[in-house]
């Protein structure tokens, strides 16, 4: 039974999707590891006399279970073992400014400088970025025991820890999770095909470039750690771009309008159990006759998946990737170095970072704040761009907060010190990977209960950490806010569709490409992908955007219907190219240049404006051309959005 709000008293949008969690299943094995990682070294510490040392333990396993996101074993180690080294040197530099006064307020506010700017590098930079602070502002916010080397190992420790508990299965399953994210692909593939002609299929093919997104990142991370050719990475790799031409006849399946055959999405479905199993025996494709040039394109694509599939050794010299071969470690580093110290974003960000932390601990130095650490440490949190909308992280932080307090409250008061913190340890971390990707304020209701109880392991104030905790994220929140939110123009007045415009340019690129006379396939696929990557990240930043308050809200949601117009641009393109390869004619020059250049005037437009307006729009060209359903989909793209 369903129950209306009445008219005053319904709830925003952008509220709405903020509250709304997302949709995930369970990690088991990463609750299971949360559980014995956080739990262990506590009880390591109270067996031998030593409770502090064990909570400093487990707060470095609580980065490490943050962490364990990946299921390729090489990118575990990525994502859990790099942030650890960073996370070592910031409690170092913590504790060692520690009660300096002003001298840690600036020394705090340099290393927030650099975590944003590094921070912007990608995920493993982002979250060594995070850590680095984080640790630093542990470190300088409360004495910690022992001698300056201490922390860092223990902190460390803990983290090494849960990157051993999830590298325990590697010498069993090596190579598993690799042909398992290949093997989901060729399925989402299916799924897509199974889709076509029907009003699934847009919501779809959504899901396969986020699929094949994650392939290329798992593969490419492991020819990081074998930048030369080895048999099992060239094998997969030719898996993977080789459902790169089914997805591609999906497109012109989908504009012919009728659904395929069961038999097509079943094929595929077959080879992707070959995929995840390692099958390379024959395998008898029981497909129909194709009737039409798109049935032939679906039809020549699952016969040359089938083919690399149950290839036992595919030439390396004749496989190409899709997104070029990576360059080795030195030169990706150097690359990398370079383009934070220039990049006006990385700047821009480390800056708006050192801002607000400078505040915080500028704030705390001098009006007394009961464990005034959290206060930076919220900051730290709330001002991730990468993770989500600033304002929507502020909002939901202070809401998972709220929460996790009463069930911090709860353990606090009746939960006796000793052994049976580590039996809640136990319970409780589990949560934490459970929640996570629910939505950043279930991961913070998950978090507090877990910090509130080691914090107590070394201050003994049980309860009495429950207010503190509570104002000092408020502050926080309100600091990031207004001194990394409202200040800065291009949080609240963002043109939203500066990179919709350059993703139309590329597009038109990619159509001026397509039917250029000699176009190498590979270099042209390489373009595909890339476009549908970029598309895929402005689709991110859209819903993002779409969780933020009025104006940024509301614009976002004016753009929307533009975004996924040239995704179906793109999809005809492709489309067009299949039909020309199954044997239609070729559009001429001068009637792709014009498509081409309706397409630049749309994104010169977008660049302009930031308001949409509405207009009559009439191309034309030869009647029955591969290029008309283009055509068609280019007139709507500058309907919706076309400047005076």
């Known amino acids: 039974m369903s129950r209306e709000f009445p008219i005053g008293l319904t709830p925003p949008d952008w509220l709405v999707r903020n509250l709304r969690p997302e949709q995930a299943s369970v990690n088991w094995a990463a609750a299971a590891r949360a559980a014995v990682a956080m739990a262990l070294p506590l009880a390591i510490g109270l067996a031998a006399g030593q409770p502090a040392y064990g909570a400093l333990a487990s707060m470095g396993a609580l980065s490490g279970v943050i962490g364990d996101t990946a299921d390729a074993y090489r990118l575990r180690i990525l994502n859990i073992a790099v942030p650890q080294l960073f996370g070592a040197i910031g409690v170092t530099i913590g504790s060692l400014v520690f009660g300096h006064g002003w001298v840690a307020v600036a020394a705090v506010t340099g290393v927030a400088l650099v975590s944003g700017m590094i921070s912007t590098i990608g995920a493993v930079a982002s979250v060594s970025g995070l850590l680095l602070l984080l640790n630093c502002v542990i ?32 010498p069993l399953r090596s190579g598993v999770p690799e042909r398992a994210t290949v093997a989901s692909t060729y399925r989402t593939a299916a799924d897509l095909l199974a889709a076509a002609g029907t009003d699934a299929y847009v919501d779809l093919r959504v899901a396969v470039t986020q699929s094949l997104n994650q392939s290329y990142d798992v593969v490419l991370a492991r020819r990081a750690f074998h930048h030369g050719r080895s048999p099992d990475l060239v094998r997969l790799l030719a898996q993977l771009n080789a459902v790169t031409p089914v997805v591609e006849a999906a497109p012109a399946a989908h504009q012919y309008g009728k659904p395929l055959p069961a038999e097509v999405p079943a094929a595929v479905r077959h080879l992707a159990d070959a995929v995840e199993t390692g099958y390379t025996g024959p395998i ?29 050794a595919p030439d390396p010299h004749a496989l190409e990737d899709r997104l070029g ?28 970072l050192a801002l607000c932390i400078g505040l915080a601990q500028a704030l705390v130095s001098i009006v007394s704040v009961p464990r005034s650490y959290w206060v930076a440490l919220t900051i730290t949190f709330v001002m991730k761009p990468d993770f989500g909308s ?68 070394l201050n003994h104030q049980g309860t009495g950490l429950l207010v503190p905790r509570l104002v000092d994220s408020l502050m926080g929140c309100a600091i990031a ?20 415009a350059d993703a139309v340019a590329d597009t038109a690129g990619y159509v001026e490409y ?60 492709t489309a067009a190219g ?20 309706q397409l630049r005037e749309l994104s010169e437009g977008l660049r302009e404006t930031d308001v949409l307006f509405t207009v009559r729009t ?17 007139a709507t793209a500058r309907a919706i959005a076309s400047p005076h």
Do not use: C
């Open 618 to 634: 009439d191309l034309t060209g030869p009647s029955g051309s591969v290029l008309e359903p283009l055509r068609q989909e280019v």
């Open 284 to 312: 008898g494709l029981q497909l129909p006759t194709p009737v039409n040039e798109t049935a032939r394109a679906v039809d020549h694509a699952l016969r040359h998946a089938a083919a690399v599939v149950t290839d036992r």
């Open 139 to 170: 470190g300088a916010g409360i004495p910690l025991p022992g001698q300056w080397w201490l922390a860092p190992l223990l902190m460390s420790g803990g983290g090494l820890l849960v990157l051993a508990l999830a590298l325990l299965a590697w």
């Open 578 to 597: 299949v039909r020309v390869k199954q044997g239609s004619p070729k559009p001429s020059t001068a009637e792709v240049a014009h498509v081409v250049r």
């Open 390 to 457: 600033v304002f929507s992280r502020a909002l939901m932080r202070a809401l998972g907060t709220v929460a996790g307090l009463v069930v911090a409250a709860a353990v606090l008061t009746f939960v006796p010190n000793g052994w049976w913190d580590v039996l809640a340890l136990f319970v409780l971390a589990p949560l934490i990977p459970v929640l996570t990707p629910r939505g950043y304020g279930y991961q913070t209701a998950a978090i507090t209960p877990v910090i509130l109880l080691l914090s107590d392991l």
């Open 481 to 500: 806010l207004v001194a990394g939110y409202l200040l800065w123009r291009e949080s609240w007045h963002t043109r939203v569709g500066d990179r919709l």
């Open 325 to 352: 071969r990576p360059a080795a470690l030195r030169i990706r580093a150097s690359r990398a170095a370079r383009n934070v110290l220039l990049s006006a974003g990385s700047w821009r960000y480390g800056l708006r």
């Open 514 to 573: 397509a039917f250029r006379s000699g176009a190498d396939p590979a270099a042209r696929a390489r373009r595909r992908r890339r476009l549908y990557r970029d598309l895929s990240q402005i689709r991110t930043e859209f819903q993002r955007a779409l969780t933020e308050p009025p104006p940024i809200g509301r614009r976002a949601a004016a753009w929307w219907p533009l975004v996924v117009a040239v995704e179906r641009i793109v999809d005809a393109t």
